[in-house]
């Protein structure tokens, strides 16, 4: 069964930065892109970007332009979301969400969430 | 970036009875070529993240009930759930991919 597997929640001082995984089980990895979508508390998600695990491809949103940074590693069918100069209103759960393409992008497959926490 | 704006807000609903959720986008995201809505909606519980429900507007995803429909084109869609159950109880997004990704604020469906 498919599955998308996020690491654990962390805290961070603002303007520090922070890593968050996906690990990918179940389906062929490079067969689709995995998307980051972000919630911040009692708000709606808000999408981030994509990579492409076939060919290492993204598309950030331009909001996150600059701070943002996917990568995979198809040796552990593993995608990595890098955010910098975090503030507090980055505070949010982040999740990996899988989608058929990148002109295809409903999210049929989510992770659980990571809780990212900024605070002084 | 286009602008998805749900209706209402808030929702209360008896069992058994007809829930309706608006979305309206900012611009069409009907593309002429496909003749497709890139409109899809998600259902959210506390806790967990979305899930997919409808695709392409009017497409229901694998596994949903056949309760839950979806219809609209251009600018304006909506979300039916013909007969409410207690488990439906959520907020329910839409999401459009037609350009950059974006979703609408939620509306948060409860029972009367």
């Known amino acids: 069964q498919v599955e998308l597997v996020q690491s654990g929640a962390e805290v961070k001082k603002p303007g520090a930065s922070v890593r968050v995984s996906c690990k990918a089980s179940?389906?062929?990895?490079?067969?689709?892109?995995l998307h980051w979508v972000r919630q911040a508390p009692g708000q709606g998600p808000e999408w981030m970007g994509w990579?492409?695990?076939?060919?290492?491809?993204?598309h950030y949103d331009q909001k996150f332009q600059g701070r943002v940074t996917m990568t995979r590693d198809t040796s552990m069918n593993t995608v990595y979301m890098e955010l910098s100069r975090l503030k507090s209103d980055d505070t949010a759960i982040y999740y990996c969400?899988?989608?058929?393409?990148?002109?295809?992008?409903?999210?049929?497959?989510w992770g659980q969430g990571s809780l990212v926490t900024v605070s002084s | 970036d286009i602008v998805m704006t749900q209706s209402p807000d808030s929702l209360a609903v008896s069992l058994g009875e007809r829930a309706t959720i608006n979305c309206k986008s900012s611009?069409?995201?009907?593309?002429?070529?496909?003749?497709?809505?890139?409109l899809a909606w998600y259902q959210q519980k506390p806790g967990q993240p979305p899930k997919l429900l409808i695709y392409?507007?009017?497409t229901r995803q694998s596994g949903v009930p056949d309760r839950f429909s979806g219809s609209g084109s251009g600018t304006d869609f909506t979300l039916t759930i013909s007969s409410l159950q207690a488990e439906d109880v959520a907020t329910y997004y839409c999401?459009?991919?037609?350009?950059?990704?974006?979703f609408g604020q939620g509306t948060r469906l409860e029972t009367k």
């Open positions: 392409w507007a009017s």
């Open positions: 179940g389906y062929m990895f490079t067969g689709f892109y």
């Open positions: 999401q459009q991919y037609y350009g950059d990704i974006t």
């Open positions: 990579i492409n695990p076939n060919r290492g491809g993204t």
């Open positions: 969400a899988r989608a058929p393409s990148s002109g295809y992008s409903v999210f049929d497959y």
């Open positions: 611009q069409s995201i009907l593309y002429s070529s496909s003749n497709r809505n890139y």
